[in-house]
């Protein structure tokens, strides 16, 4: 029973022989589960693998937030890679990231199909009126854990809310998570050092060249691939960067989608579980079927498995050195900050009357008094919002 809790510090020590079988039963269960988009993915599994689970501690967690900000891609599923590796090593590492998007992947290639077919999405109205004032109460548990780890003193204090406040004002996010890294690093060390000869860089962009394969399209598959690819390669911030980048290749430089079924395609990947990314998987089978769905996810999935691979190397060295470890501290705080801003502004879709407020306090209570998994208050409040429109017509 207590095999899960060896190993809190994520990075050494012997683990468990079934470590791998956990990861995969862990992350298949947050990729259904995960709804509300990374803040509150984030906040899952600090609920599933930090407080229930003791997989990895507060510190650590906090540390690989702030880690993977620093890279491009979906950061909640690159969180979820880099936890697989602290629990599994490489096999973690690819389990993590396969099985936290695969359901994703299914349910978005189901609606695909269907929209394809019968040229409409499904609608989610009544499933999502009940689970969003939820997961903004989960991720408001999540953040007020996380407070004491992150904010270390009045530098990181002020540094948090100052990139709050600039975060909702509309400053670039990678900006402020910048500045707030250096803010503190200039602040608590004497001296900054440039980095010698072979330390590592603060954002890595890897050089991928996109496979070679059969292409009954004409060429239409391999352009896909390396499009999206491109995609996972550089993109940082949040969905709606992620619209602007699809909407200047797919909508304007290749003419393969309209800009209605690229709104389409973002709302779906909006309202269903685990990363946004998997409008990916959407807009590829709406270009060209299934080869075009399977292809479109693993192009633009793929340099997040290759920069956390490469990040499972650095963290600890970042950690290890002065001036590394508190522009770390610095990116810590205003990761917490900008989590603090999605989750303002998911408050504000979220609550919408009386009944939504409470169900957000009822979560609120008993993650304060139980010890209840997260899942659990998901699948109430979907059967609540699904009766209520029911009812409601």
Not at 215 to 225: A, C, K, M
Request: proline letters at 5%; charged letters at 15%; one cysteine or more.
């Amino acid at each position: 029973m207590n095999a899960s809790h060896d190993d809190t510090g994520g990075g050494s020590g012997g683990r468990p022989a079934h470590a791998l079988g956990e990861v995969i039963g862990v992350f298949l269960k947050l990729g259904v589960i995960g709804f509300g988009g990374p803040a509150a993915h984030t906040a899952m599994m600090r609920d599933e693998l930090v407080r229930r689970r003791g997989w990895v501690s507060d510190e650590r967690f906090v540390d690989l937030i702030g880690a993977v900000n620093l890279i491009p891609g979906p950061n909640s599923t690159e969180l979820a890679i880099h936890l697989g590796y602290d629990r599994a090593r490489w096999k973690g590492l690819i389990a993590a990231g396969v099985c936290f998007i695969l359901p994703a992947f299914a349910i978005v290639l189901a609606l695909a199909w269907s929209y394809v077919r019968y040229g409409r999405t499904p609608a989610a109205e009544g499933l999502l009126y009940g689970i969003k004032p939820v997961v903004v109460a989960i991720v408001v548990w999540a953040l007020a854990g996380l407070l004491r780890t992150a904010i270390k003193g009045r530098l990181t204090a002020l540094v948090a809310t100052v990139a709050l406040a600039l975060y909702l004002l509309g400053v670039n996010e990678l900006l402020v998570l910048a500045a707030g890294g250096l803010v503190v690093m200039a602040g608590g060390t004497r001296h900054v050092w440039l980095p010698s000869r072979g330390s590592p860089g603060l954002v890595l962009v890897p050089l991928l060249v996109g496979p070679r394969f059969p292409d009954p399209t004409g060429g239409r598959l391999t352009e896909l691939f390396l499009t999206f690819l491109k995609i996972g390669s550089v993109l940082y911030g949040s969905g709606y960067v992620l619209l602007a980048f699809l909407e200047g290749d797919f909508v304007r430089r290749l003419g393969w989608i309209t800009r209605d079924q690229l709104l389409d395609a973002i709302s779906i990947g909006q309202l269903t579980p685990g990363p946004v990314f998997t409008t990916a998987t959407f807009i590829g089978y709406v270009i060209a079927a299934l080869p075009g769905a399977v292809l479109a996810t693993v192009a633009i999935f793929t340099p997040s498995f290759v920069l956390v691979g490469l990040l499972t190397r650095l963290v600890d060295r970042i950690r290890g050195r002065a001036w590394s470890s508190a522009f770390l501290d610095g990116v810590n705080a205003t990761a917490l900050a900008l989590m603090a801003g999605v989750t303002l502004q998911l408050a504000g879709d979220a609550f919408v009357d009386p009944l939504t407020v409470a169900l957000a306090v009822l979560a609120l209570l008993l993650q304060w008094r139980t010890r209840l998994n997260t899942a659990w208050f998901i699948a109430a409040a979907a059967a609540i919002g699904l009766a209520r429109t029911l009812l409601v017509g």
